[in-house]
C-alpha cells in the first residue's frame, strides 16, 4: 500500500512502527492544547486529544492523510499523562508497580476534511518493582516523554511487565495491526 501521509507526532516510537510498516510518511508538528473535558472516560480522552492535534491541520492539507495519536495510561479511573519530573515519575512507577492498568491510544485519521478516530485498549501487568528498579530506570531513561513513565520496550517493561492483554504495539504508541485495516478503508 502506498499511502501519502502526514505524521504529527514527534514520538520516535511511533515513527519506528511506521517504518516497520514500511509506511512513508513526513513529519509535521503543530502546537496543539492537550486539555480535555472532565467529564470523559479515559478511551473518549485518547480519541478527543488525537481528534485535536489533527483539527489544526484540516485547513492546510491537501490530498494527504494526517495521522495523529494519543496514547494514556489509566490506572482505574485515573489517567497518568506525561511526568513533570524525576520525582512524579517515581510516583507513577510506584503507582503501577504490581497491579494492572491500561493503556489506551487514541487515534484520528484525518483525509480530505473527513475524520476518521478510533481507539485501542490494552491491559499491562506490572510485577512488583523495587524502589531501586524504579529509581535507577528514572535516572537512566529519564521517562519524562512517556505517559506513565515508562516505555515498555525499555528496562522496566522487559523486567517488570508480566503479562499483556491486547496489542504490544498499541502500548508501544501506535495500534498498528488496527491502524493497517482503517489506512486499507480510505
Not at 2 to 20: D, G, H, M, T
Not at 95 to 118: A, D, P
Request: charged share 30%.
Amino acid at each position: 500500500m502506498n499511502y501519502n501521509i502526514i505524521l504529527a507526532s514527534k514520538s520516535p516510537r511511533r515513527q519506528e512502527l511506521l517504518r516497520l510498516m514500511d509506511i512513508e510518511f513526513r513529519m509535521v508538528l503543530k502546537d496543539v492544547d492537550e486539555s480535555y473535558p472532565d467529564s470523559l472516560t479515559p478511551e473518549e480522552v485518547a480519541v478527543y486529544i488525537a481528534t485535536k492535534k489533527a483539527e489544526a491541520f484540516d485547513e492546510t492539507v491537501g490530498e494527504e492523510i494526517v495521522l495523529t495519536a494519543d496514547t494514556i495510561v489509566c490506572i482505574d479511573d485515573l489517567i497518568l499523562g506525561k511526568p513533570e519530573d524525576a520525582a512524579h515519575a517515581v510516583e507513577m512507577l510506584q503507582l503501577l508497580s504490581g497491579r494492572m492498568h491500561r493503556v489506551i491510544t487514541g487515534v484520528c485519521l484525518l483525509y480530505k476534511h473527513q475524520y476518521h478516530s478510533f481507539y485501542d485498549v490494552s491491559e499491562v501487568y506490572f510485577g512488583k518493582l523495587t524502589a531501586e528498579e524504579i529509581i535507577n530506570y528514572v535516572d537512566k531513561y529519564k521517562p519524562f516523554d512517556k505517559a506513565g513513565s515508562y516505555g515498555i520496550q525499555e528496562r522496566i517493561g522487559l523486567i517488570g511487565i508480566e503479562r499483556i492483554n491486547g496489542s504490544y504495539t498499541n502500548v508501544v504508541g501506535l495500534p498498528t495491526e488496527k491502524l493497517y485495516r482503517e489506512l486499507e478503508k480510505l
